[in-house]
């Protein structure tokens, strides 16, 4: 089993910036990649950004590219989602989730943390 906490979730003006941090916690070893997905009210979840954990590599979605970093901390077993030049429709329930290795889709993930950004 693996544990996903967040943190770092909160109000934020238009324009500003906000980090997520997410420490997974468990059975680990088996991580290929962890990412950040978001659900506005009334829409689907969708990936934000994501990165292996291995080799680094990142996806991010169009409308965050410029703005958003994610990173990762492999001895801590932490991801981080660096939030700049916030816009009202970032405002989201954003969660962590990992893949293991050999699987297809995201299986483990965290509870979850409100990120609200105003006019």
């Known amino acids: 089993q693996v544990q996903l906490v967040e943190s770092g979730g909160g109000l934020v003006q238009a324009g500003g910036s906000l980090r997520l941090s997410c420490a997974a916690s468990g059975r680990t070893f088996s991580t290929y990649a962890m990412g950040w997905f978001r659900q506005a009210p009334g829409k689907e979840r969708e990936l934000v950004a994501d990165i292996t954990w291995s080799g680094g590599m990142t996806y991010y979605r169009d409308s965050v590219k410029g703005r958003f970093t994610i990173s990762r901390d492999n001895a801590k077993n932490t991801v981080y989602l660096q939030m700049s030049s916030l816009k009202s429709e970032d405002t989201a329930v954003y969660y962590c989730?990992?893949?293991?290795?050999?699987?297809?889709?995201?299986?483990?993930w965290g509870q979850g943390t409100q990120v609200t950004v105003s006019p």
């Open positions: 989730a990992l893949v293991r290795v050999g699987r297809t889709e995201y299986d483990y």
